[in-house]
């Protein structure tokens, strides 16, 4: 997919997520929780920026979503405090948020044809639905209305709630 497409994907995952914090009081963690999640949802595209690092490589696996999990949760438990929050909640939604968002990236680039080794390199097991092509615009903007969709539910649901 690309970027339209991996937006949506990290949004419409995101949605529960958005519904639980929204109706557990926590309206401005649901807020930065978006907006975390559609940061982070081209980040592992940015292999085609570095050197080498092929594409669909090590930052299209589990193990990066953990290590960018990680390190967003060490940050929000560092910076729990300042922002006002119990630092083991802002470790614990900033691991989970943004490995969330890393796992949407995956699992929109699991249905095209180039597909992932979400396991690489402990294991070479490759994945594809091989559904769509990456590039195809329709797919990409399909997507992205329906991750906008997921969160405009969630939100509707969680005021009325």
């Known amino acids: 997919m690309y970027k339209y497409g991996h937006i949506g994907a990290a949004l419409l995952l995101y949605a529960p997520v958005g519904f639980l914090l929204l109706t557990s009081g926590l309206g401005e963690l649901a807020v930065l929780g978006g907006l975390l999640s559609v940061a982070l949802a081209t980040l592992p595209d940015a292999d085609h920026s570095l050197p080498l690092v092929s594409h669909r490589g090590i930052t299209h696996t589990v193990y990066f979503a953990i290590g960018v999990g990680a390190a967003v949760?060490?940050?929000g438990y560092l910076s729990a405090d300042l922002l006002g929050y119990d630092p083991l909640l802002l470790a614990a939604a900033g691991f989970g948020v943004s490995a969330l968002a890393i796992?949407?990236?995956l699992l929109?680039?699991?249905v095209t044809p180039m597909g992932i080794r979400p396991f690489a390199?402990?294991?070479g097991w490759h994945y594809s639905a091989n559904v769509v092509?990456?590039?195809n615009p329709v797919a990409n903007l399909l997507l992205l209305a329906t991750g906008i969709m997921a969160v405009t539910v969630a939100l509707v649901l969680?005021?009325?709630f």
């Open 73 to 75: 949760g060490a940050a």
């Open 103 to 105: 796992c949407s990236h």
């Open 108 to 110: 929109a680039d699991s």
């Open 121 to 123: 390199p402990l294991w």
């Open 133 to 135: 092509p990456a590039k």
């Open 158 to 160: 969680a005021v009325g």
